[in-house]
């Protein structure tokens, strides 16, 4: 188990949401999921500094791979969504179309990219019809490190006014990235020891919608690990597995 800003324990993101056992009195925790969509372009530093302001205990990023091996944070690895990678003619020919569980995904990739080149992109809002596209093109695709940064800094100054602000990543499609030699496990956990998060006592919380790769992290980490559930169907590794 493992307790959050405000004390609430959680083995599941559920739990986390609404309190567990004899400790669900202790109220609810407030997950900025991508940090304050509707209000900035999800998956932004903006976005999640907002998202504390207004007073979020927990920011959450979707993390997926560059191609060099960087961790990023996207809503999915597919950009043309939540970036401009369609505005730059000079990534034109790196649209293509892949199988992402079982789904063909036509767009471009961020495991297709360099770190270099993908900052060199822009973040956009990912649902238009419904959100303020005011912020579109001023922010730029954040590494999981530079989120890192980021809360370091929040909570170091948090800290004088005891609060503190933790962190729920969530790897997105890890089966993927490890089968074309880019897994995201190694560099999550590496990124997060060297924070010094490493207890089960540390405002962290990794989670994923597989099975096999939290059974990985289990053995490579103390943190605790959420298995994210669908409405329906199976977790995707296991679907995949018949």
């Known amino acids: 188990m493992m307790n959050l800003p405000g004390g609430v324990p959680g083995m599941l993101l559920l739990a986390v949401v ?15 999921h991508r940090g304050a969509s509707g209000h900035r372009p999800e998956h932004t530093l903006e976005a999640y ?24 944070a996207r809503h999915e690895n597919e950009i043309s969504d ?31 990219f360099t770190l270099e080149e993908l900052k060199t992109l822009r973040a956009r809002e990912r649902l238009a019809d419904l959100r303020s596209t005011a912020y579109d093109g001023r922010f730029e695709v954040p590494t999981l490190q530079e989120i890192i940064d980021l809360l370091k800094d929040v909570n170091g100054a948090a800290a004088r006014k005891g609060r ?20 995201l496990e190694e560099p999550l956990v590496e990124a997060l020891h060297r924070a010094g998060w490493r207890t089960p006592e540390d405002p962290v919380l990794i989670q994923s ?9 289990s053995g490579m980490t103390r943190l605790p690990l959420g298995q994210l559930v669908a409405a329906g169907g199976r977790p995707p ?6």
Do not use: M
């Open 49 to 72: 500094r907002l998202a504390i302001e207004q007073g979020a205990d927990c920011i959450e990023p979707d993390v997926v791979a560059t191609g060099d091996g960087v961790l990023v």
């Open 164 to 183: 503190a602000v933790g962190i729920c990543p969530e790897t997105k499609h890890p089966s993927y990235f490890a089968q074309i030699g880019l897994p």
């Open 237 to 242: 590794d296991l679907a995949r597995a018949g």
């Open 209 to 217: 919608f597989e099975v096999a790769n939290l059974k990985k992290l």
């Open 18 to 32: 609404v309190g567990a056992g004899s400790e669900a009195d202790a109220g609810p925790i407030v997950i900025a």
């Open 82 to 112: 939540t970036t401009d990678v369609a505005d730059h003619p000079e990534f034109a020919d790196r649209r293509s179309t892949k199988t992402i569980e079982g789904r063909e995904v036509t767009g471009w990739f961020t495991e297709d």
